[in-house]
């Protein structure tokens, strides 16, 4: 995950806790960040992890 930062703290996660806070809705952010990635790998990346 983060490097040197707890899971509870990471902004992804406090991101998903605020949108479910106080909706019905159930929100799931991910993160595909990945430290030294260029706009063409986080593109490559963000295809497949949807499987676009």
Avoid: A
């Avoid at 996660?13 to 030294?36: A, P, T």
Wanted: hydrophobic fraction near 35%; charge should be negative.
């Amino acid at each position: 995950m983060g490097e040197g930062v707890s899971s509870e703290n990471l902004y992804s996660n406090q991101l998903e806790n605020l949108l479910n806070r106080d909706n019905e809705n159930n929100f799931e952010v991910m993160n595909f960040g990945v430290s030294g990635y260029g706009l063409t790998e986080y593109i490559k990346n963000f295809e497949l992890k949807l499987k676009i």
